[in-house]
């Protein structure tokens, strides 16, 4: 049972446009969420995270969205540019555990 | 400031076999975290050594274990590897334990690859 859950496995966005991913997670009780990039042959690249308590946090051009009710969360890259092609991977941490989505691959096109 | 290191990246064995994998983290990170990514079931999370103590564990079988030394250096060890074990293998290493609640520290190494035959 998959307590994180990416259900899009891949994305193409137009360079410049806004590229949005999203997770949904199940547990209600977990306290953060964080962003992680990575690229082939890499280990994961922190990107940004935000606390239950928040509903947004940004950084550069990196946006979270927390929506609770729904528990949902998304990130948004604004402007998409050709270096964030990558596997986006959502996680979902609570005390002593952290459990990540399958990730994402974003296609920014030219 | 160096990176995560982890040693070896490529390595192939056989159903049965067991494998010890090394992970050196980033100096003055006392947490070290082990997670295998497959393409089937993503990253999951293996456990987590702090201060030389296992403080958490995934849904990992017993067959997965770890240590870690005094200097931080992190050692994971599968026995009786079977096909399934093919993954790719990151740690992660960060100054706070997870226990804190937020991970948003953790630097990961380039991982090991595992193949099982």
């Known amino acids: ?110 | 400031k160096a990176g995560v290191t982890q040693t070896p990246r490529y390595l192939i064995k056989t159903r049965g076999q067991q494998v010890t994998l090394s992970c050196s983290p980033i100096s003055g990170h006392r947490s070290v975290s082990w997670y295998q990514q497959t393409p089937g079931q993503g990253l999951q999370f293996l456990f987590e050594y702090f201060s030389e103590t296992q403080r958490n564990k995934g849904n990992f079988p017993g067959r997965f274990s770890g240590r870690q030394f005094s200097n931080s250096r992190s050692e994971m060890n599968v026995s009786t590897l079977e096909l399934g074990d093919s993954a790719l293998y990151l740690c992660a290493s960060s100054f706070y334990t997870l226990g804190r609640g937020s991970t948003d520290t953790q630097y990961f190494g380039p991982g090991t690859r595992l193949t099982v035959l």
């Open chain 1, 1 to 110: 049972d998959q307590q994180v859950k990416q259900n899009s496995p891949s994305l193409s966005v137009q360079e410049g446009r806004i590229s949005i991913l999203n997770c949904d997670y199940t547990n209600s009780m977990f306290d953060y969420f964080l962003w992680y990039k990575k690229y082939p042959a890499e280990g994961p690249t922190f990107l940004i995270s935000i606390s239950s308590i928040k509903d947004k946090n940004e950084d550069g051009r990196f946006t979270v969205f927390l929506n609770k009710s729904a528990k949902h969360l998304s990130l948004h890259i604004v402007p998409s540019q050709p270096g964030d092609s990558a596997v986006y991977f959502c996680a979902a941490s609570r005390d002593d555990k952290i459990i990540f989505g399958k990730g994402t691959r974003l296609h920014i096109l030219p």
